[in-house]
């Protein structure tokens, strides 16, 4: 495709629940980025890949959150036991390699949790 | 670790009239710095960069920011704000080994008269 999609664009779950959210980098992108923006803040990082493999996973939060991407390209964010806290936009990048290069963002999945 | 502050969270300028938005970063060598745009409903759109050179960098829009490493400060100016440049400013930093691993400051929300 043109640009970074993730789907869904919204997805609203119950406290306790198990959520996926799916990125699609733009084609050739073998660096992608998960983010996190809670409301009124700036974006937070959650998990960098190069490739199939996680480069540096220093920013998810806690063990019930976890981020794969197994043949390079797509991802998936995979929250589990969902808390209030947890919501918030859940943002993915893509970039054609680690540095020096520009990232583009995809438009997001707000993930709300009740 | 890497921080970013923008002081300012809200700002209202008059269309025409010039524009600074301020940005302030916390890392202990020459970082890459980055601003985006965030329009609502919008993914998050580069607007310059700086990784080395001149300190002095023009971006997309009608922007520029300047370096000033004695500050540690990496403002986002432009002469003449139009009511399309309303949105949310977010300044960001990476290690510069890091690529696309971005700390963002919490952002700073411009308002246009008319």
């Known amino acids: 495709g043109a640009g970074v999609s993730q789907t869904p664009s919204n997805k609203v779950t119950e406290k306790g629940k198990y959520v996926e959210l799916r990125c699609d980098p733009i084609?050739?992108?073998?660096?992608l980025y998960w983010y996190r923006q809670s409301l009124g803040q700036g974006p937070e990082f959650l998990i960098y890949?190069?490739?199939?493999?996680?480069?540096?996973d220093s920013g998810l939060p806690n063990d019930r959150f976890f981020a794969v991407r197994p043949e390079g390209s797509v991802s998936t964010l995979k929250i589990q036991r969902t808390e209030r806290g947890d919501s918030a936009v859940y943002l993915c990048?893509?970039?054609?390699?680690?540095?020096?290069?520009?990232?583009?963002f995809g438009q997001g999945t707000r993930l709300t949790v009740v | 670790a890497q921080s970013v502050t923008q002081p300012d969270i809200h700002i209202t300028v008059s269309e025409g009239a010039s524009l600074e938005l301020r940005c302030n970063y916390s890392?202990?060598?020459?970082?890459?710095l980055f601003w985006y745009v965030q329009s609502p409903g919008q993914g998050l759109q580069l607007l310059l960069k700086?990784?080395?050179?001149?300190?002095l960098v023009q971006g997309i829009k009608g922007f520029e920011a300047e370096f000033k490493r004695s500050q540690s400060s990496f403002n986002l100016r432009k002469p003449s704000v139009h009511w399309s440049d309303a949105a949310e400013y977010f300044c960001?930093?990476?290690?510069?080994?890091?690529?696309?691993?971005?700390?963002f400051g919490g952002g700073t929300r411009l308002m246009v008269k008319p």
């Open positions: 960001a930093v990476a290690a510069n080994n890091a690529g696309n691993m971005l700390t």
């Open positions: 084609s050739g992108h073998t660096a």
């Open positions: 990048a893509s970039s054609p390699q680690g540095t020096n290069t520009e990232a583009f």
């Open positions: 700086y990784f080395s050179g001149d300190t």
């Open positions: 890392y202990g060598a020459t970082p890459y």
């Open positions: 890949f190069q490739g199939t493999g996680a480069a540096d």
